[in-house]
């Protein structure tokens, strides 16, 4: 069926019949037809500020393949932007970083700030094999054992794979590991997603040293 998201894996589909799609230059996805919302009702200045000239800013992330097949990576809204004026889409970077064995959570961090740089937090039954493979004594905590050399480096290859997929700008530049685990409730919502605002409030200081 045209335009159906089964057309391509991953993809939301083809633009409908009539209708266009676009990427902006920060990544934002743009959309103009007949089927696309026109404006505010009586709010010239609220409809002004929705449209890029006729196109539609949806506060989509995403890109168009070849073939003009869209795919909606996230929302602009949760973008960062560096000091330097770089724009840099956080979980692209959190989602490779977590894909090493011994992460837990990432959280990307920098927003009005000279560099990228990361919050981590380790997944704690892999701590443990981590610390029986490097021989470090089997009471250690994550708290104590955040600044040992051999753990900071294991994390690093973590980082450095998530760096080689980004351009220079988007690197993250320095690491902080957590004391200890995010907790639904807390750190977590029922689902498991990162409540990014409260890790930004709560873990400001350890934010702040990343930047000391």
Not at 19 to 30: K, L, S, T
Not at 71 to 93: E, F, I, S
Not at 124 to 144: L, M, S, V, Y
Not at 174 to 180: A, E, K
């Amino acid at each position: 069926m045209p335009g159906s998201a089964a057309d391509r894996i991953g993809s939301v589909g083809l633009p409908l019949p009539g209708c266009a799609v676009r990427i902006a230059a920060d990544g934002e996805i743009e959309a103009e037809g007949p089927d696309v919302f026109q404006g505010y009702w009586q709010d010239p200045q609220a409809s002004s500020a929705a449209f890029d000239g006729r196109w539609l800013r949806t506060g989509d992330l995403g890109r168009v393949d070849d073939d003009g097949f869209l795919y909606v990576t996230g929302r602009k809204k949760d973008m960062l932007l560096t000091a330097g004026g770089q724009h840099v889409v956080p979980w692209v970077l959190e989602d490779k970083v977590r894909e090493h064995w011994l992460i837990a959570e990432c959280v990307v961090v920098g927003e009005r700030r000279p560099y990228v740089a990361a919050l981590i937090t380790l997944d704690e039954a892999a701590f443990a094999r981590w610390k029986q493979r490097h021989g470090k004594p089997a009471r250690a905590t994550i708290g104590e054992l955040r600044d040992d050399p051999d753990l900071r480096a294991t994390v690093q290859q973590a980082v450095d794979r998530a760096n080689a997929a980004a351009s220079r700008p988007e690197t993250i530049k320095r690491f902080r590991i957590l004391h200890g685990p995010f907790r639904v409730g807390a750190e977590l919502t029922p689902t498991g997603k990162v409540r990014r605002d409260y890790v930004l409030a709560k873990y400001a200081s350890d934010i702040d040293a990343l930047y000391a």
